[in-house]
């Protein structure tokens, strides 16, 4: 493993008016024996006034935090990536390397194997868990060469959306776990400590052979749904039509069944709130953790009322002098609508990014759920335990065996149908019962998305920091 640390470029990139100035060390190979590698390389880059001894924000060279996103989406191979504008709303804005170089911090940009990479002889090399172990190797690697790098390798902040904030989280509960490490020698990875300061996770795709009952418990009873279904043109550019229809029968009892084994696995969590209540749901998934669950929700509205937003015509939400007092459940739901149908992510016909997810080196689709394997349209297999375990950060939260960062900041937007609201609200609630620093909202009018508040995460991490 080497790291020639006189082979950098020197950069400026503008955005209307504001330009930055950076070192760039592209290409770096982070592993020995690589399966890919075009996706097991990362891209670091820093402010080059830190070579000219500058001072950013009060960081320095030797002290500036290391941002570490990544660009891994519906767990399909995450690119290489760089300071570079991308769409918002339509607007062309600056992307979260641009910002984070602008505000002082180093970062370490990973590509990231995906479940459907495959080598010469046709054998899968990015199923689960690749996308973690690349992740981890790539944290390795940079404390390996720590003495070379700029940045502060104990202040790394790891950053995804999605099934990029699941890796995110992953990194953040997984830390120096045994589980990971026959995975990480066979990549040569280097022998390092691959723990993180601290987690930033937009929406995660997690906890995912429980996610399906969440889904079905917070969706119940919608059994209309309404998706945009990608088809790619010729030259390889997605283009979106909408897909409207109603749940089948059959999808309606699972959506049933499903939602009745939710109530025995949270109250099995023995989540507690702040005050010391521990929240729970009875049979039919009403009780303390449902209405923890709606305050989530209101205080989202409430923040967005303090920012002057009209909430008025949101006909489930109770308002009086202007503060969000109660809300209806299923009529909020019905208004966010519903996406996936029943499982939402084991599907019986094995069609979902979860079931190619959980594949194997030789087995492209597999299932990860007892109820989708016993009700399996194609009488798949099932993944291994552990493999299903090396994917939920849920796991490894009470582990002691797992370093888990000390800091966490969870974002997962109010009107999300990607996963239940219920999975990101779980392990926030977790991690804090087991005495970690957690951020958690679900901001208002926000689908599933991420780095939508730059200014705001980098202000949650100057103060961890600090
Ligand atoms: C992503 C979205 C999904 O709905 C899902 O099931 C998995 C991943 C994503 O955007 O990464």
């Not at 054998?123 to 940045?151: N, Q």
């Not at 999808?251 to 109530?263: D, G, N």
């Not at 015509?313 to 609508?337: C, H, P, Q, R, S």
Request: aromatic share 10%; glycine share 8%; charged share 25%.
């Amino acid at each position: 493993m080497k790291f020639d640390k006189e082979n950098y470029t020197v950069e400026k990139y503008t955005f209307q008016h504001e330009t930055i100035e950076f070192r760039a060390y592209r290409n770096r190979v982070y592993v020995d024996k690589p399966v890919s590698e075009e996706f097991q390389r990362m891209n670091v880059f820093a402010p080059e006034g830190y070579f000219r001894g500058e001072s950013i924000n009060g960081y320095t060279i030797d002290t500036a935090p290391i941002f570490m996103p990544n660009q891994v989406g519906g767990y399909m191979p995450g690119k290489l990536d760089e300071p570079r504008c991308t769409l918002w709303k339509n607007q062309e804005v600056p992307n979260s390397i641009f910002r984070a170089l602008q505000h002082g911090y180093v970062v370490a940009a990973p590509a990231i194997r995906g479940r459907v990479q495959q080598n010469e002889t046709g054998e899968y090399i990015g199923k689960a868990p690749a996308c973690v172990v690349d992740y981890k190797a790539a944290v390795r690697y940079l404390r390996h060469f720590a003495g070379e790098l700029p940045g502060d390798v104990e202040k790394i902040i790891t950053n995804g959306t999605s099934a990029g904030g699941a890796l995110s989280s992953l990194m953040g509960a997984t830390g120096n776990h045994s589980d990971y490490e026959s995975y990480l020698e066979k990549i040569g990875a280097a022998d390092e400590r691959d723990n993180i300061f601290a987690a930033s996770c937009y929406c995660p795709i997690i906890n995912l052979e429980h996610a399906d009952m969440a889904h079905e418990w917070q969706f119940l009873g919608v059994n209309d749904y309404y998706r945009m279904h990608m088809q790619m043109d010729e030259g390889g550019r997605p283009s979106f039509t909408p897909e409207d229809g109603m749940m089948s029968e059959q999808q309606i009892r699972v959506s049933e069944e499903l939602a009745k084994q939710f109530p025995e696995y949270l109250n099995s969590l023995v989540l507690k709130e702040k005050n010391g209540n521990i929240l729970e749901l009875d049979k039919d998934g009403n009780g303390s953790f449902k209405e923890y669950m709606k305050r989530v929700v209101l205080k989202s509205a409430q923040k967005a009322m303090d920012a002057g937003i009209d909430l008025s015509d949101k006909k489930w939400l109770e308002i009086k002098d202007k503060k969000a007092v109660g809300m209806n459940w299923y009529e909020y739901v019905k208004n966010i609508t519903r996406m996936k149908t029943a499982p939402a992510f084991d599907a019986l016909s094995m069609d979902s990014p979860e079931n190619d997810l959980f594949g194997s080196r030789n087995v492209n689709l597999r299932h990860f759920t007892e109820y989708s394997k016993e009700n399996s349209l194609r009488t798949g297999e099932l993944a291994e335990e552990l493999v299903i375990k090396m994917m939920n950060p849920m796991d490894y939260v009470d582990d002691e065996k797992a370093v888990k960062a000390p800091h966490w900041r969870i974002r997962h937007g109010e009107c999300d149908r990607d996963t239940s609201l219920a999975i990101s609200a779980m392990l926030a609630l977790k991690l804090e019962n087991a005495g970690l620093d957690v951020d958690y909202h679900s901001p208002w009018n926000t689908p599933h998305a991420g780095d939508y508040d730059l200014e705001e995460l980098f202000a949650w991490i100057d103060e961890i920091c600090g």
